[in-house]
């Protein structure tokens, strides 16, 4: 098959073409970017040639995809379009390989790439999957039987896929765009659940204990009513130790390189899933003592003394994450949030909730929003200054040179957004 996708330098748009392009088939791609994206190395190391302009006639053999970040009215659209190029949507494309393979599907509003990324890295070594991991990374390879899926619930796409098992990590209010509350959201969860053969879920969160099936369903948390638990935690400035329990016996103790009790509960979701996989057990602490995070979750660079940390994070409970796993790791140091909201409608409704975490920094840097799917005059009055206004210390982010005052703190860079420029700045000038 041959495909262009419009959008390919999206995190998991470049997934999907990394994959696609493993599989033995022809990719081309398409973005109004020319910047370059932490999610390209996959496009680079497969030499995926990407177009800026309508350059690039794909012949009648060529599949067009394109990314739900672009509206039906963007202009390469409407150029194939009245070319009658055949034309399918991202979550349709990645729906029909649900199909092709036994899929593991790694949803929940928080923790999906991580956890994606813990599972496909174990079970790869054991038996060889093709994955899809929402940091821009995509393997494939015709041999493998099994498909290890970032499933999105952004706008309901992963109702397009059918997976055989399933993970959920947690469940919260987000994409409020797209979803009526937090009912809607649990229903779509329980419409994906009902569809799979065995359900992972993390039994300490109460949105997930919502969903109802007929289906087995195997529980991991902290909490002892879970199948799965980790226990005897030792969370300090060098790892985080902890021993699981399966089915009340032993299983066996991790001491994991990455920070945060969340972490934890993604490996206990990685865990779980090697489990029924019946990975061996050496194995699967092997791959988690040596796990190091995916691309942009709590990645850290250090210059000239100075810490750095580039993170994903662009809901409330993601930055209360990053908080706790800088004060882990960094318990004498200060720490300073350098945030760039991402759509209006997350600023609008999340609004007291962001400034109740960015007020528990010790100092925190807001920047203009950052939103290409949103119209600014859908929401008056919705602005970074929302939020500065009401932060005991915090101020407007116009220059990185306002950080260079800071000389033993720790800055948490954190957005969706591509925020990448404005550290590369803020390096620069360090440099």
Not at 11 to 18: E, I, R, T, V, W
């Amino acid at each position: 098959m041959k495909y262009y996708l419009i959008g390919i330098k999206g995190s998991g748009m470049s997934a999907l073409a990394s994959l696609l392009y493993d599989l033995g088939n022809t990719v081309v791609g398409y973005d109004d970017s020319i910047d370059e994206k932490f999610t390209m190395k996959g496009l680079n190391d497969r030499k995926i040639k990407v177009y800026h302009d309508d350059e690039f006639i794909p012949t009648n053999d060529f599949l067009v995809c394109y990314s739900n970040a672009i509206k039906e009215e963007h202009k390469e659209i409407q150029r194939l379009k009245k070319k009658k190029k055949k034309m399918i949507k991202y979550q349709d494309l990645i729906g029909s390989l649900t199909k092709k393979y036994e899929t593991i599907s790694v949803s929940g509003t928080h923790g999906k790439t991580t956890t994606t990324l813990m599972i496909s890295s174990i079970l790869d070594e054991f038996m060889g999957v093709n994955y899809f991991v929402g940091d821009g990374r995509g393997h494939g390879n015709i041999n493998n039987k099994v498909l290890v899926l970032e499933s999105c619930e952004y706008n309901k796409h992963f109702l397009s896929y059918y997976p055989k098992n399933l993970i959920i990590t947690n469940i919260d209010l987000e994409h409020t765009e797209c979803y009526k509350d937090i009912d809607d959201i649990i229903s779509c969860f329980n419409i994906l659940a009902n569809r799979s053969s065995n359900v992972i879920l993390c039994g300490d969160d109460s949105n997930v204990l919502k969903i109802k099936t007929d289906n087995p369903c195997y529980y991991y948390g902290f909490n002892s009513n879970n199948d799965l638990i980790a226990t005897n935690l030792e969370l300090t400035s060098t790892h985080s130790k902890f021993d699981v329990y399966y089915k009340g016996e032993y299983f066996d103790t991790y001491t994991l390189k990455v920070f945060g009790r969340h972490m934890i509960l993604d490996s206990l979701a990685c865990i779980m899933t090697c489990i029924l996989y019946k990975v061996d057990k050496n194995l699967i602490k092997e791959k988690l003592n040596d796990f190091n995070g995916a691309v942009r979750r709590f990645n850290e660079t250090i210059i000239n003394g100075k810490i750095i940390i580039d993170d994903y994070a662009h809901h409330p409970t993601e930055i209360k994450t990053v908080l706790d796993a800088a004060k882990q790791k960094y318990h004498d140091k200060k720490i300073i949030a350098v945030f760039m909201p991402n759509t209006y409608s997350r600023t609008k409704d999340f609004l007291n909730q962001f400034i109740d975490v960015l007020n528990q920094f010790d100092y925190s840097f807001i920047t203009d929003i950052k939103c290409d799917r949103e119209n600014p005059n859908d929401y008056a009055g919705i602005t970074s200054d929302s939020i500065i206004n009401k932060l005991t210390n915090g101020e407007k982010l116009t220059n990185p040179s306002q950080l260079l005052k800071y000389q033993n703190e720790v800055i948490c860079f954190m957005s969706c957004a591509n925020i990448t420029p404005l550290i590369n700045k803020y390096k620069s000038l360090l440099k």
